[in-house]
């Protein structure tokens, strides 16, 4: 079963075509960042004008890498959470493709594509992928929250942000440093070249048992930090980068570890984003090597919005039989999680 993925959430139009034991045979992604950058974060209105600009284009390149649409046995589109206007480009163009086409047709929660991320097969070489059930820690722009994963349509929420995304706060961080957007790639950079400890930043919600996130107070510890010193430069920004994301980064791999003991499961992926990060990666790493716990993190094509996510889990939902029809309706934030009972909490 080949599947053509549809993606359109946010500020990514994407498509992809991918088989149900996750090989991968085409992944174009398109990013409107440039778009963006002046306003210093996504502009809804601009983003579904940019997806409507670049869909059948990224659409056609992905099908056209796979080998032609007469190999494509079915369409998975990215159903929500995400901005309904962006989304409802990815539905349209994917329900008009199946109709014309005669082919089955599946709603895809875009947060379930990420928590599969490491699943997907890019390579020649296959990729060690992890055993269900597993615990995921999903960071991203818009998201950052903590799950027991047993099967695509068997999710448990343990716990999520109070607030902020943490995304969000590497964003909001870099801000207000003048970094530009997006804030993330750009902290972790220059975090590589700085001293963390050269600033003291609070570790937000650290206390044992909870596993729940806030971030709001991190960055305006960095506004105060800012208003008291102006913004540094040189080695000093590269030390404040660095105490920041280590801030951000102690508290999600502890809690993810956490959530590791809680749950007894000795497996953790990192999702979203934010799981790009290098002092993420490094961190969880190093937690879960002294508490046997197995960390996986795919390779960051996986880890930012992709369509081959989306793809992967349209295969794994037409395999268990769910089918959509022309009525299928894009939702924004949190609806998805009681609609399609995907996400339960716990
Ligand atoms: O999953 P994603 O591509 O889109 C959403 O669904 O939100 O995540 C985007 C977020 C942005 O906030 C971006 O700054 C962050 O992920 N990000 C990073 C890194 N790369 C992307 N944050 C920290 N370090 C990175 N290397
Ligand atoms: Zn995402």
């Known amino acids: 079963m080949r599947v053509l993925g549809i993606e359109s959430s946010c500020d990514e139009t994407a498509a992809a075509v991918v088989d149900e034991r996750g090989l991968v045979s085409s992944d174009v992604v398109s990013s409107q960042i440039e778009t963006h950058a002046p306003y210093g974060g996504v502009v809804p209105e601009l983003a579904s004008r940019a997806h409507l600009e670049s869909v059948w284009h990224v659409i056609s390149q992905a099908v056209a890498e796979a080998g032609g649409l007469d190999t494509i046995d079915a ?80 999710i448990t929420m343990l716990g999520q942000t109070r607030d902020d995304a943490a995304g969000e706060a590497f964003d909001k961080g870099a801000k207000i440093l003048g970094l530009g957007y997006p804030g993330g790639p750009m902290v972790d950079r220059l975090a590589s070249t700085g001293d963390p ?101 795919p390779p960051i094509a996986s880890c930012t919005d992709n369509a081959a996510m989306i793809a992967y889990v349209g295969a794994l939902s037409l395999a268990s039989g769910r089918r959509d029809d022309a009525s299928l309706a894009p939702y924004s934030r949190g609806a998805g999680v009681k609609r399609g009972k995907v996400v339960e909490k716990r």
């Open 75 to 154: 369409i998975a589109v990215t159903q929500g959470p995400g901005l309904v206007g962006a989304l409802l480009v990815g539905l349209s163009t994917g329900k008009a493709l199946a109709f014309a086409r005669g082919l089955p047709l599946v709603g895809v929660d875009h947060l379930v594509g990420h928590l599969f991320a490491p699943f997907l097969q890019r390579g020649d070489e296959p990729t060690p992928v992890p055993e269900l059930p597993f615990v995921a820690l999903l960071a991203s722009g818009g998201h950052t929250a903590l799950y027991e994963v047993h099967a695509h349509d068997r």
């Open 197 to 297: 400890t050269r600033s003291d930043l609070p570790r937000p919600m650290l206390r044992k048992g909870s596993l729940e996130f806030s971030f709001s107070g991190l960055k305006t510890a960095i506004a105060r930090h800012v208003e008291l010193h102006g913004v540094p430069e040189g080695q000093a920004l590269s030390d404040l980068c660095a105490a920041y994301q280590a801030a951000i980064v102690e508290v999600l791999a502890q809690k993810s570890l956490e959530a590791c003991k809680v749950t007894g499961i000795p497996r953790l992926v990192l999702a979203g984003g934010v799981a790009a990060n290098k002092g993420l990666r490094a961190r969880t790493r190093e937690l879960g090597e002294k508490c046997g716990v197995s960390v996986f993190v």
